[in-house]
């Protein structure tokens, strides 16, 4: 069974303050992996999608990478605004395939 | 501006009543998708379609059903059998393929709130 895990749940920094969000995953084969970011009570807004490990993306204080086994998002010097709950997904390598999600890390940037 | 619409944005569903949410799309998509959130939980596949007259189900399906009868339009009617209906249901759309990978794009969602 695809199992995505998300670490950790909740996290909290302070302005300018560097860290990185985990995604774990135990896949057959991976076609994708995706980050979303959501805020409250609105959609997931997608970020960026890795298709093979070594690859990195960027976006603004975004940072995403891919291994093998796990994705990282880095962010760096964190605003405020920045302050939501960041999701992974991936997709198998395996005809048309449906995500499946992680359970979401919820950031918190305090001024 | 392309995007993918949901209504409404609040929905109260009586005991014993079927409920409708509405999804729309203008990206020119072809696969569609509904999910449902719960707190501290991932998002949960209901239903999903690949093409016009088609459609799957996913995950949790129970109690709820769909149809795909436009391009642009999936909705959800969630039954008086889903007993556990409080969530906040996300619509989504993507192009459909079975060799690359196929982002999908989220409508604002719909909260469904029993009275």
């Known amino acids: 069974e695809d199992q995505v895990t998300q670490s950790p749940e909740a996290l909290r920094l302070q302005e300018g303050e560097s860290s990185s969000l985990n995604c774990s995953y135990t896949v057959s084969g991976l076609r994708g992996l995706f980050w979303y970011r959501q805020d409250p009570g609105k959609g997931p807004e997608f970020l960026f999608t890795?298709?093979?490990a070594g690859e990195e993306k960027e976006k603004e204080r975004l940072k995403a990478t891919l291994t093998k086994k796990e994705s990282f998002l880095h962010i760096t010097a964190p605003k405020p605004e920045d302050s939501a709950t960041y999701l992974c997904a991936v997709q198998v390598n395996s005809g048309y395939s449906t995500l499946t999600f992680g359970k979401g890390t919820m950031l918190l940037v305090s001024p | 501006d392309g995007g993918i619409t949901q209504s409404p944005k609040y929905l109260f569903r009586k005991e014993g009543q079927n409920v409708t949410l509405s999804c729309e799309q203008n990206l020119n998509h072809d696969a569609m998708y509904w999910y449902r959130q719960d707190p501290g939980q991932g998002l949960r596949l209901i239903y999903y379609s690949q093409i016009v007259n088609d459609f799957q189900k996913g995950d949790i399906a129970e109690g709820y059903s769909v149809s795909r009868e436009k391009k642009e339009s999936f909705p959800l009617t969630v039954t008086s059998a889903q007993k556990n209906p409080t969530a906040f249901y996300l619509c989504a759309s993507s192009t459909y393929t079975t060799s690359e990978q196929e982002t999908q794009y989220f409508g604002p969602g719909t909260r469904l709130l029993v009275l």
């Open positions: 890795l298709y093979s």
